[in-house]
């Protein structure tokens, strides 16, 4: 079992940057690939990026051009979330997900989830 909690989201200008936090506790956090995603009101839950155990591999969705960064500290069992130029449609819940199998980018291949938080992008 692995619990995940994000902290870190609120309200920001147009512009803006952003950084959010996942706390993961149970299993090994070094041993579990770890992910972020947000879903949007009336939306898809949207992969943004994956991370390898180590940290050496990451995987981004093609949409984000660069402005978000993925990165972990697996001595304080910590997912980050870079986001930068955050524009107004990017207001979301963001989930951090962990433990994936298959293509690692679809919703469906993550056994573990934090509650979300809210990410708000005034214009």
């Known amino acids: 079992q692995v619990q995940l909690a994000e902290s870190g989201g609120g309200l920001v200008q147009a512009g803006d940057s952003l950084t959010l936090s996942c706390a993961a506790s149970g299993r090994a956090f070094s041993n579990t690939p770890m992910a972020w995603f947000r879903q949007a009101p009336g939306k898809e839950r949207e992969f943004l990026a994956a991370i390898s155990t180590g940290g050496t591999s990451r995987y981004y969705a093609d949409s984000l051009k660069g402005r978000f960064t993925i990165s972990r500290d697996n001595a304080k069992n910590t997912v980050y979330l870079q986001m930068n130029d955050l524009k107004p449609e990017d207001t979301a819940v963001y989930y951090c997900?962990?433990?994936?199998?298959?293509?690692?980018?679809?919703?469906?291949?993550?056994?573990?989830w934090g509650q979300g938080t809210q990410v708000t992008v005034a214009s």
């Open positions: 997900a962990g433990d994936p199998e298959g293509s690692w980018r679809a919703a469906t291949d993550y056994a573990y």
